[in-house]
């Protein structure tokens, strides 16, 4: 069982807007920043968002993360088939760790 | 292009030992660190410890000590995963993953690990 908690499964149409959660504790959000990861279908992750809300190069405005306190979120606007996949948050714990969440994954219906 | 390309699939029985290459290319070896990520089938992702690609050190999450080892080859720009004494349970696939480092030499999650080589598949079976 994972230390960060995330919703398993999240869907949504073409075009909408979702958000995945994820949940920690002071020890690793509460104290730390948290990156999200992107894992298409078959193949490796790729780093989608870094502390907190930043995105790297290339990585379309429509994915946006954000913090409060203990928790975390990522949010897809216009939502497209190609964004089906599995999202994963992470974040440094004081136990000096890397702590991952078990993973949500998006379905686009 | 910055990459990193990890050794091909593996297919081992039980107590025999493997050792996965990630090789760098495209940035300077040394600049970054070089964690180790591991994903068993259908599950998520497992963070198995990092190692300092500057003084060779490595640091192990709880839970992949004693059977789990990092090293480097700094002159081919490559780091290694080898893991003993295998067990049906150590099936995953292995992920190498940059990460960059503080003035210290420590890694710094705040830019994230960046930088994903493409997996390599270890099975374990009799």
């Known amino acids: 069982q994972s230390v960060l908690t995330q919703p398993p499964s999240a869907s949504g149409t073409p075009g909408q807007r979702v958000t995945i959660s994820c949940s920690g504790s002071?020890?690793?959000?509460?104290?730390?920043?948290v990156n999200w990861y992107q894992q298409l279908p078959g193949t490796a992750p790729k780093l989608l968002i870094y502390?907190?809300?930043q995105r790297p190069s290339g990585v379309p405005d429509r994915f946006s993360g954000s913090k409060s306190g203990t928790s975390a979120s990522l949010a897809i606007s216009g939502l497209q088939s190609e964004d089906e996949a599995d999202y994963y948050c992470?974040?440094?714990?004081?136990?000096?760790?890397?702590?991952f969440g078990g993973g949500t994954k998006l379905t686009v219906l | 292009q910055v990459q990193l390309v990890q050794s091909g699939s593996e297919l081992k029985k039980p107590g025999a030992s493997v050792k996965v290459s990630c090789k760098a290319s495209?940035?300077?070896?040394?600049?970054?660190?070089m964690n180790w990520v591991r994903q068993a089938p259908g599950q998520g992702l497992e963070w198995m410890g990092w190692?300092?690609?500057?003084?060779?050190?490595?640091t192990y999450a709880q839970g992949f000590t004693g059977r789990f080892v990092f090293s480097l080859d700094t002159s081919v720009s490559t780091a290694y995963l080898q893991i003993s004494s295998l067990k049906a349970e150590d099936t995953a696939v292995y992920y190498c993953?940059?990460?960059?480092?503080?003035?210290?030499?420590?890694?710094?999650?705040?830019?994230?690990?960046?930088?994903w080589g493409q997996g390599t598949t270890v099975t374990v079976s009799s």
């Open positions: 993953a940059r990460v960059a480092i503080t003035i210290f030499g420590e890694p710094n999650y705040y830019y994230g690990m960046d930088v």
């Open positions: 495209g940035y300077t070896f040394t600049s970054y660190a």
């Open positions: 190692i300092n690609t500057n003084t060779g050190n490595p």
């Open positions: 002071s020890s690793n959000i509460g104290s730390n920043t």
């Open positions: 502390s907190n809300n």
């Open positions: 992470a974040a440094w714990d004081d136990s000096l760790n890397v702590l």
